[in-house]
């Protein structure tokens, strides 16, 4: 019963950490060298802005920089 609660207990904890390093569709472009082309960040970029649907963490780390 204890090896079986380990195992439950190691899965969840490497689900949380790809869940935290999930990295946006504009972060991955970037790191290649590239630009999105997805058409939403295109159109948010084009207007100065960063995409709200693809950026969602972003747009959180944000709000806990205008706090400071």
Do not use: Q, R, W, Y
């Not at 380990?6 to 972060?27: P, R």
């Not at 999105?36 to 100065?48: R, T």
């Amino acid at each position: 019963m204890k090896s079986i609660t380990a195992i439950i207990t190691a899965l969840f904890m490497l689900g949380s950490v790809a869940i935290v390093s999930a990295e946006s569709c504009c972060e991955k472009a970037k790191k290649e060298g590239k630009e999105c082309e997805h058409k939403c960040c295109v159109k948010a970029k084009k207007e100065g802005k960063v995409c709200e649907t693809c950026n969602k963490p972003a747009k959180k780390d944000e709000k806990k920089d205008d706090k400071k």
